[in-house]
């Protein structure tokens, strides 16, 4: 099967063509030619996207599906027990409906640590198999072990929680400094990327400090210009998550995505209820979106990789959807529409090893997104979706 969209803008993952056309051949992005193609789609007046990649999610059943109904192709997880980790692989695998997707399987805490409070939490019981009883770090005598553990179901890269909650009021077991570093070298030692939760300056210095790859929050702290001056030197990318600091807060800007008729319209009756979560076991200071807008944009200015991610889960943000607040969140940071759109495509590939998407280009896997208008000038027209391809297949709208 070839499809040929005529004419769009192209916004390629890095930068912005102005008329082009782009040619699928079956799974794959191919070079232009003149042969007819068995589907012709009217490209003017439309913009074309490579699939967006959320780069900080947590997975269950149905979220695949959803996320690739707004446009997300790739879901990099960031915590999945093992029974769920295999059924979610699976569905990426054997049907074209749904999102791929990476992930870190069961992340790394302290015993008791974050997110223990939250898997023992009332609605988390309801996941079945995806919730429950976890592998825990005590010591950095277990390090070794841990990611070996990890290696054997399969993971992508590795999740390191920094979190003791007391920016929230709770106070948590927490994995010690030396601990860090040991599963760090450990990850490393075995080829895995190595990446922290943390939410404060003070555990991002211990990630750091380690030499962890990436922290898959901004802080929600006052950043220092030093600091990200420092984050950038190490070369380590960050996730923003403005959406989900603005969920768990309560935060009523948020609102304006499920009222917004081009998300709003798509989204099923589960997700609405979703919305009304009981953040109250989720450490986060009351000041954190405002923080979080503001440490984006000083990572930004520092050169720091600032990677697209919600950290959807079964509440909010929303998985597909949370990703069209995302990227105008970082355009309100600070970040032009373009590096918004780079933030969602070609920097979470880069930087997670994807060397065959997150951009358009022949050879590449047919992963794309053609919306109206021109996000480029515009972000919030990445929810004018009028097609997704996923893998070259085209899906219903
Ligand atoms: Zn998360």
Same mark, same amino acid.
């Given at each position: ?105 069961? @992340? ?66 927490? @994995? ?164 918004? @759109? ?21 050879? @590449? ?33």
């Amino acid at each position: 099967m070839r499809t040929r969209i005529r004419n769009a803008r192209v916004f390629d993952g890095l930068k912005t063509i102005a008329h082009a056309d782009v040619l699928i051949d079956g799974d794959l992005i191919a070079e232009p030619d003149d042969r007819p193609a068995d589907v012709e789609i009217d490209g003017s007046g439309r913009t074309l996207l490579p699939g967006l990649i959320d780069a900080h999610t947590h997975t269950f059943d149905g979220d695949l599906a959803q996320a690739l109904r707004f446009g997300v192709t790739t879901e990099l997880d960031m915590f999945c027990l093992p029974g769920n980790l295999a059924r979610q692989r699976r569905a990426a695998a054997d049907r074209d409906d749904v999102a791929d997707l990476r992930s870190s399987g069961v @992340l790394a805490t302290a015993p008791g640590g974050h997110p223990s409070q939250i898997m023992d939490s009332p609605g988390v019981r309801d996941l079945g198999d995806a919730a429950g009883a976890f592998d825990t770090v005590a010591d950095a005598g277990q390090a070794k072990a841990f990611v070996e553990a990890r290696l054997a179901e399969g993971i992508d890269y590795l999740k390191i929680v920094i979190d003791s909650g007391h920016v929230g009021g709770l106070d948590l077991p927490v @994995l010690s400094p030396g601990t860090v570093a040991a599963l760090v070298e450990a990850g490393h030692a075995a080829g895995l990327l190595t990446i922290a939760h943390t939410v404060t300056t003070r555990d991002a210095v211990v990630a750091l400090d380690a030499g962890i790859d990436g922290l898959a929050h901004v802080v929600t702290d006052p950043l220092t210009d030093d600091l990200a001056a420092r984050i950038a030197a190490q070369g380590v990318f960050v996730v923003s998550t403005l959406t989900y600091f603005e969920a768990v807060l309560n935060d009523p800007s948020g609102a304006e995505l499920v009222r917004d008729e081009r998300i709003g319209s798509k989204l099923p009756d589960r997700a609405r209820a979703a919305l009304d979560r009981d953040a109250s076991v989720v450490p986060v200071r009351p000041d954190g979106v405002r923080n979080a807008v503001r440490a984006a944009g000083t990572l930004h200015r520092a050169g720091v990789a600032l990677l697209a991610g919600t950290d959807a889960n079964p509440w909010a943000p929303l998985h597909g959807a949370g990703m069209h607040r995302e990227v105008l969140l970082l355009t309100e940071a600070g970040l032009s529409a373009e590096a918004a @759109l780079a933030a969602a495509t070609s920097l979470p590939a880069r930087h997670f090893g994807l060397a065959d998407r997150g951009r358009i280009a022949p050879g @590449l896997r047919a992963d794309l997104l053609l919306v109206d208008g021109d996000p480029t000038t515009d972000i919030t027209a990445t929810r004018a979706i009028k097609e997704i391809w996923r893998r070259g297949v085209r899906q219903a709208s």
